[in-house]
């Protein structure tokens, strides 16, 4: 949803342009705050489903700037114009030319937004009843808290013991929540340094 929207932005001739640019940016600075959006979110009927934890933060409007920037930087306005002698469209020319060129900055918004939903658990904690639909975060986060209520409530040798399994479960939560994103890095990570560069300055 993000890199659409930033396909559409970079167009020098999309109608409205300014404006639109004004819309994403206003949410950036101002946010509407926890209770409105859980009361959109609950007249949307969304709550307690898989689709919470995407469709309400699936646009980042600083994902949208990256992108549009790098369309701006790296898509030359020439290639634009032979597509259009070749009778190509602006559809056509962003799902056969303009997506092939911007792996860069696809798979830096992909590493962003992987890390972002895999880390996170405060919408699941707000949004979400279920124990079935709980993400691995909060499952983690659960474990942590048993095991330290445990360790505070024995005393003794018992008490040590419990602290110690508290530190092993601890550091295996760790070693389960990051090696995921550990794994994923190396395939992007000959694109990111490149993809944020490109993305980020102007000129």
């Not at 060129?101 to 949004?127: C, D, E, H, P, R």
């Not at 601890?170 to 994923?184: D, E, L, Q």
Request: with cysteine.
């Amino acid at each position: 949803m993000n890199i659409p929207a930033a396909y559409a932005l970079s167009r020098k001739k999309m109608y409205g342009r300014k404006l639109f640019h004004i819309f994403y940016l206003i949410p950036m600075f101002f946010s509407g705050g926890l209770i409105p959006t859980y009361l959109v979110v609950k007249d949307f009927s969304l709550l307690d489903t898989v689709w919470v934890m995407f469709v309400p933060f699936a646009v980042v409007t600083y994902y949208i700037i990256v992108a549009r920037t790098f369309f701006d930087n790296s898509i030359p306005e020439d290639l634009w114009e032979a597509a259009q002698l070749d009778g190509c469209g602006y559809i056509g020319f962003f799902f056969r030319i303009t997506l092939p060129l911007s792996k860069a900055i696809l798979s830096v918004i992909a590493l962003w937004t992987a890390v972002g939903q895999w880390n996170a658990y405060f919408n699941a904690l707000i949004y979400l009843r279920e124990p079935n639909l709980q993400p691995l975060q909060i499952v983690l986060r659960n474990i942590l808290i048993v095991n330290k209520n445990m360790g505070n409530m024995l005393t003794g040798m018992a008490g040590q013991e419990a602290k110690s399994l508290a530190d092993l479960i601890k550091y295996a939560v760790i070693v389960v929540s990051s090696a995921p994103i550990m794994c994923m890095y190396p395939f992007v990570q000959k694109y990111f340094n490149q993809g944020v560069m490109l993305g980020s300055l102007k000129g």
